[in-house]
């Protein structure tokens, strides 16, 4: 096999596995559950078992914190340990924002490379549109996060 | 006579393509859907191309070529299983999956004083290493009549726990349903010492075949069962069509599950009767140009011989479980003696997620499954959250594993030292 197709392989490879998402894998941010909370969602990839109990607390429309605990594979777990990271801070309006955009980048098929203004280290996750079958790993906790900031207005 | 692995992958055109940037397709997830030899392909088409027509109706000759087309494939159905009853025994589905769901919803239907109608206080067998479709229906069925369910434990080593079996197979025990070999685990479940019983307290036997009928030769009278299914798109066949055979005085006896046109002998304006077995159970057009090409998948099998596919698929398991064994944080999640076990094996590596080595794989031309293999409570009993598992069949060989193996340790590396 000549070796630049073996290259192009890895190159796509390493597409999806950014070393970002990699470090999120390895070391991630804000797991492990807050005791208190205003809303709390447990979430499940039922085809492939991946889990997310996401919790998030509220100082009026401001997100002052969002912790969670899960288990699954490096897409999905890095996916939300970087999600948490960007959206502590914001306000629920900013951060249903930056949400729509990277579920838009997660259905753009390879097209987009995702706005770093908007996104930050997110847009490492632009490959992963490319493998439709890893675009519902990506998304598991932003879609628990979409349920937990309903939530947690309802209750408010 | 043995398998010829290479003349075997000529018949398969998959073969002719490559995957992910030129690699050859190392195929290793037959246990979800085989690969299909060009005769089979060809049988389907041909069928649509020039003698597509109406089985059962139609007053012309291309009806009666698609019903001759169509009941041939009954008729192969019926040799290749040995059915005792011949090709009245044997039931097209759409699927196992079908199969299995009519079993249990003609057994819901039955009124009280059939031999299949459940009540309160009765019990259905079943075994922790179900597939979802040999479970959740008879979780249903029980929930439906207030039968209970009860199963067998499963070892660590991931075999059936038959320890106690006169506590789960009770007097009130009315059906006992089992995979014949797991789709997960790989292992090939004693047969013999469960019918007995069942048959002891008057329960009837089902056997999921999805995972044997495939691989090795399986005879129902020999066997001694009662009900078996199967999918034809395992077992080298197309998708849409699926197997059920039962003996026939009991299928005489089962009430019927989907009512229509072809399944009645009489009907008027408040009411029907139903035709005689099998076309009691086969309510409308079927899937005729998948049964056929389910037929000539079969007349293939049995021109390689199912004692040949099961020796070579042992063979090729024993050189993978041992090339699997020196790979240090491999674990094999069922049994790793080549010993009643097919060619389905699953496994862990250190703590990388079973997506993550799949994805590798795949990055390397190899093609597997991972997850819970829609059998949630095995994975659970086994304490993995997910597996990947490589399954094997005729056209695998060594050369396949070796590619494996590699790709395996390249996982490793992947995720283990960036
Ligand atoms: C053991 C077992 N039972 C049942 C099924 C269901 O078969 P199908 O999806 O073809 O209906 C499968 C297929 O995955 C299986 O492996």
């Not at chain 1, 340990?81 to 955009?101: C, P, R, Y």
């Amino acid at each position: 096999m000549p070796p630049n197709i073996l290259g192009v392989v890895k190159m796509e490879l390493d597409s999806l596995y950014q070393e970002v998402i990699l470090d999120h894998y390895k070391h991630p941010q804000h797991k492990g559950l807050n005791s208190t909370f205003d809303a709390q969602v447990h979430h499940v990839n039922t085809s492939c078992g991946d889990e997310v109990t996401l919790n998030i607390n509220l100082d009026g429309y401001c997100i002052t914190s969002l912790s969670w605990d899960g288990q699954g594979c490096s897409i999905s777990q890095a996916s939300v340990s970087m999600m948490s990271d960007l959206l502590t801070g914001k306000t629920l309006e900013e951060a249903a924002f930056i949400v729509k955009n990277f579920i838009d980048l997660m259905g753009s098929k390879g097209t987009s490379i995702g706005d770093p203004l908007i996104l930050e280290d997110a847009v490492a996750f632009a490959g992963v549109s490319k493998f439709p079958g890893r675009v519902k790993c990506a998304l598991l906790g932003w879609m628990a996060y979409k349920d937990v900031a309903i939530q947690a207005q309802a209750k408010n | 006579m043995s398998i010829s692995v290479s003349q075997i992958r000529k018949d398969f055109p998959i073969f002719e393509r490559t995957v992910r940037g030129g690699k050859s397709l190392v195929y290793l997830d037959s246990g979800a859907t085989s690969q299909k030899p060009i005769s089979v392909i060809e049988a389907e088409s041909n069928f649509y191309k020039l003698h597509n027509a109406a089985a059962h109706r139609g007053a012309h000759q291309l009806a009666e070529e698609a019903t001759d087309a169509y009941e041939g494939a009954r008729q192969i159905v019926a040799d290749f299983l040995a059915a005792p009853g011949g090709a009245d025994e044997i039931i097209f589905t759409k699927s196992a999956t079908e199969s299995l769901n009519l079993l249990a919803y003609a057994m819901g239907n039955a009124p009280i004083g059939n031999r299949f109608a459940l009540e309160r206080g009765d019990r259905i067998v079943v075994t922790e290493m179900e597939h979802h479709a040999n479970l959740v229906p008879w979780q249903q069925l029980a929930s439906r009549t207030g039968a209970d369910l009860a199963w067998f434990g499963i070892t660590d080593e991931g075999r059936l726990d038959l320890s106690n079996i006169d506590e789960i197979i009770t007097r009130n025990t009315k059906i006992v349903s089992l995979t014949h070999q797991s789709n997960v685990l790989g292992t090939i479940n004693p047969l013999s010492e469960i019918i007995t019983r069942a048959h002891e307290v008057g329960a009837i036997v089902i056997l999921d075949a999805c995972q044997s009928v495939p691989h090795m030769a399986v005879n129902v009278e020999t066997l001694g069962i009662d009900f078996l299914a199967f999918s034809g798109h395992k077992s080298l066949g197309p998708t849409g069509v699926g197997i059920l055979w039962g003996r026939k005085d009991l299928l005489d006896e089962l009430p019927p599950f989907l009512y229509g046109g072809s399944m009645v002998r009489s009907v008027d304006m408040t009411g029907a009767t139903w035709s005689a077995v099998p076309q009691k159970f086969e309510a409308g057009v079927p899937n005729m140009a998948q049964a056929v090409g389910l037929g000539e998948a079969l007349t293939y099998l049995t021109q390689l011989g199912m004692d040949n596919v099961s020796a070579h698929e042992h063979a090729l398991t024993g050189y993978l479980l041992e090339k699997m064994s020196f790979i240090s944080d491999l674990t094999v999640v069922g049994p790793t003696k080549n010993l009643s076990r097919g060619g389905a094996i699953s496994f862990t590596l250190g703590n990388i997620h079973p997506h993550d080595v799949g994805q590798y794989l795949d990055s390397q031309g190899v093609a597997v499954r991972t997850g819970h293999h829609c059998a949630w409570p095995l994975a659970k009993r086994m304490q993995v959250p997910a597996t990947t598992r490589a399954s094997l069949y005729i056209y695998n060989d060594e050369s396949d594993c070796d590619v494996l193996i590699e790709a395996i340790q390249g996982a490793s590396k992947y995720f283990g030292s960036r």
